[in-house]
Each structure stands twice: as structure tokens, then as C-alpha cells.
């Protein structure tokens, strides 16, 4: 692409496209292409889908954590998943609790 860009003769000098920018000129079926790839695009709407995206997930996750812990209650077997969703589990809470611990040692 750079050799393009230096036998393009509208190339200007270095620094100069700062202070006489280079003007874009469309013919009426670009820019009407353009106009209309613009209007597919979310333009800043993306957000709250997100938000709705991530509370769905965080509720999936604790359903499948309630039925994990409802399946140790009765005392059925775990899945490989459900185990390794524990062990996981665990391995956050005592790094927590850990953080904690050495918190309160350099605070006290």
C-alpha cells in the first residue's frame, strides 16, 4: 500500500496534511454506499446489549452454580465441568481470603 501512497500525486509533503488536509470527494454511489453501511452500523447502541449480554451470562452462572451446589447437597456425582467449576470456585475464595489476610496484617 505505501508504494500507492508515493506515486499518488495528491500525496502531500510531511506535516503539511495539518494544516491543508487532504479533501475526500465522493462520487453520488460511494457516498450513497457509504450512507448506507453507516446506517447498519450500531452507532453507539452497542452498550446497553452489552449490559443486558453480561447480566444474562452472570444469571446463567449462578443458576449453574445453585444446581451445582444443590447436586453436592444431595450428594450426586459432579461432572467434569461442575468440578472444575469448583475447584475453580474454591481457588478464587481462598485467594480472597488470602488478600484479605495480608491486608489486615499491613494495615493493623
Known sequence: MDRYLTEDRRRKAEGEHLEHPVRVRFTDSELDELQAAAAMQTGGRLAPYLH??????????????????????????????????????????????????VHQQLTA
Open 52 to 101: 443486558d449480554l453480561i447480566l444474562e451470562a452472570h444469571q446463567a452462572r449462578k443458576e449453574r452454580h445453585a444446581q451445582m451446589l444443590a447436586d453436592l447437597a444431595e450428594g450426586k456425582p459432579l461432572s467434569a465441568e461442575s468440578r472444575e467449576a469448583a475447584t475453580l470456585m474454591l481457588q478464587r475464595m481462598a485467594e480472597i481470603g488470602l488478600m484479605r489476610s
